[in-house]
Antibody
């Protein structure tokens, strides 16, 4: 059974860097697929942040591209998100997900709420 | 950037009824790249449909997807109590950008 689990600080100060990790079990990242980060502000809809292919190729939402880095660590079977210069607008539940194709995600983590506040 | 507009914003129906949810794209979308998700409060989204009409693993056959070009539809043939949730469509366009619709809330009438 494929499982994904997000981890990282639940509170980040404005202008600092948000860092999250997604641990994957039940599937080896190096075997393939796309690995995505998606967020959802409280009470709002879903926003795709970016994806990384198992080979390391990355794809980012243009609206966030200047602030986002997604990386993969196949030795630990996990992938990570860094979002710099955060503001209150970055407060959201952050999900990691697996995509057999770039265009959809079949397994999702439970999500982690990150609040940006001083 | 392709914008997805879902309608209606809220749909009020009773168990046993048929639900029809719409997702309209601002430009033509390849059917291969249109997906639907269900999200219940406090839970992650659940993949229902990919490639516009293929049901994901474990999804009941009362859920079906159709459409092409700019107009796509998610149909729930006979609503069960557990189907009341928010539904999102997602598309991938040629600009290597995934976008979601704003969601349709399906509520019990």
């Amino acid at each position: 059974q494929v499982q994904l689990q997000e981890s990282g600080p639940g509170l980040v100060k404005p202008s600092e860097t948000l860092s999250l990790t997604c641990a994957v079990s039940g599937y080896s990242i190096s075997s393939g697929y796309y690995w995505a980060w998606i967020r959802q502000p409280p009470g709002k809809g879903l926003e795709w942040i970016g994806s990384i292919y198992h080979s390391g190729s990355t794809y980012y939402n243009p609206s966030l591209k200047s602030r986002v880095t997604i990386s993969v660590d196949t030795s630990k079977n996990q992938f990570s998100l860094k979002l710099t210069s955060v503001t209150a607008a970055d407060t959201a539940v952050y999900y990691c997900a697996r995509g057999p194709q770039f265009s959809y995600s079949d397994y999702w983590g439970q999500g982690t709420l990150v609040t940006v506040s001083s | 950037e392709i914008v997805l507009t879902q309608s209606p914003g809220t749909l009020s129906l009773s168990p046993g009824e048929r639900a029809t949810l719409s997702c309209r794209a601002s430009q033509s979308v390849s059917s291969s790249y249109l997906a639907w998700y269900q999200q219940k409060p406090g839970q992650a989204p659940r993949l229902l449909i990919y490639g516009a009409s293929s049901r994901a693993t474990g999804i009941p056959d009362r859920f079906s997807g159709s459409g092409s070009g700019t107009d796509f539809t998610l149909t729930i043939s006979r609503l069960e109590p557990e189907d009341f949730a928010v539904y999102y469509c997602q598309q991938y366009g040629s600009s290597l950008l995934n976008t979601f619709g704003q969601g349709t809330k399906l509520e019990i009438k």
